[in-house]
T-cell receptor
Framework: NAGVTQTPKFQVLKTGQSMTLQCAQDMNHEYMSWYRQDPGMGLRLIHYSVGAGITDQGEVPNGYNVSRSTTEDFPLRLLSAAPSQTSVYFC?????????????FGPGTRLTVL | GQSLEQPSEVTAVEGAIVQINCTYQTSGFYGLSWYQQHDGGAPTFLSYNGLDGLEETGRFSSFLSRSDSYGYLLLQELQMKDSASYFCAPTSNTGKLIFGQGTTLQVKP
């Protein structure tokens, strides 16, 4: 099993550009989520999904869109990048709804918006 | 609503014991998870408490008191490799997993 994979590892964008961060898991996990982590800070939940076709907002959803058309994939779209979105983005997955199951994290995508 | 509090930094020496506290206010609370994150790495799961009391996993133990909305992570026989950030994360019936700001543990020789 590859676990949770994220691409790209690094990305530099200009203000106003759009892009999609990819996340995939091969563990047949129902629950997937996206977090952002700013320097010296904790992880803030952006969006999450409890299963294919179901998504919901986290703590900081503005400026981001998600979709969950398959169990395996949970892409995060930045609609119009802003410097405030410079951060490290982590995707995570777990078997169930994130309540008692271990969350498995991907290696992260380091995004810089100029 | 939700709130979480952890100390921002803790320093201890190799071989010592350190306790990292976490207080929370979480609607629909299920239990409390703990994660470790080394610099530049991804968070990794350490433990979960669904019931009151102590859970032990090797050198690490975690405690929960639902009535006090309080938990802690206890690290024994500290090693240099334990220098990392530690996050408590209350889980709830909303399905969201919200993390605290994290506690940076520095282990000194």
């Amino acid at each position: 099993n590859a676990g949770v994979t994220q691409t790209p590892k690094f990305q530099v964008l200009k203000t106003g550009q759009s892009m999609t961060l990819q996340c995939a898991q091969d563990m047949n996990h129902e629950y997937m989520s996206w977090y952002r982590q700013d320097p010296g800070m904790g992880l803030r939940l952006i969006h999450y999904s409890v299963g294919a076709g179901i998504t919901d907002q986290g703590e900081v959803p503005n400026g981001y869109n998600v979709s969950r058309s398959t169990t395996e994939d949970f892409p995060l779209r930045l609609l119009s990048a802003a410097p405030s979105q410079t951060s490290v983005y982590f995707c995570a997955s777990s078997k169930a709804s994130g309540s008692i199951d271990e969350q498995f994290f991907g290696p992260g995508t380091r995004l810089t918006v100029l | 609503g939700q709130s979480l509090e952890q100390p921002s930094e803790v320093t201890a020496v190799e071989g010592a014991i350190v306790q990292i506290n976490c207080t929370y206010q979480t609607s629909g609370f299920y239990g409390l998870s703990w994660y470790q994150q080394h610099d530049g790495g991804a968070p990794t799961f350490l433990s979960y408490n669904g019931l009151d009391g102590l859970e032990e996993t090797g050198r690490f133990s975690s405690f929960l008191s639902r009535s006090d909305s309080y938990g802690y992570l206890l690290l024994q026989e500290l090693q240099m490799k334990d220098s990392a950030s530690y996050f408590c994360a209350p889980t709830s019936n909303t399905g969201k997993l919200i993390f605290g700001q994290g506690t940076t543990l520095q282990v000194k020789p």
